[in-house]
């Protein structure tokens, strides 16, 4: 997977401490699916550095956080949230994916204030 606002490999970015050369300017490498800054004297691995840009990045964890909940029942905090919003029981999805998708867009519904 290739992120365009990742650190090209090679590339360099701002210094950073290594526990035995102090303050050095890091080497950039690619471990795939990773992108990790080491040491260009000693190639100790200092930090590995995030891949995308924050909306990137939150789009990846919203898709993990449906992927991992897909196929589980409803909770029941989410079928009394869904009541509270106005869902009748019969249309309170049994997938705790789709209801947690549900609740998002009655939410933002509400918010940009339409009904």
Do not use: N
Not at 45 to 63: D, I, N
């Amino acid at each position: 997977m290739d992120y365009p606002s990742a650190p090209a490999p090679g590339a360099a970015i701002s210094k950073l401490d290594c526990s035995d050369y102090g303050p050095v300017t890091p080497i950039i490498r690619r471990r795939e699916p990773h992108v990790g800054a080491w040491c260009p004297t000693c190639e100790r691995h200092l930090r590995w550095l995030p891949q995308g840009t924050a909306e990137e990045r939150e789009r990846r964890r919203q898709k993990a956080l449906l992927a991992a909940m897909a196929g589980r029942d409803t909770t029941g905090r989410q079928a009394d949230f869904l009541q509270r919003l106005g869902v009748a029981e019969r249309e309170i999805p049994w997938d705790m994916a789709d209801a947690a998708r549900m609740i998002d867009r009655l939410l933002r519904t509400r918010r940009d204030g339409r009904s």
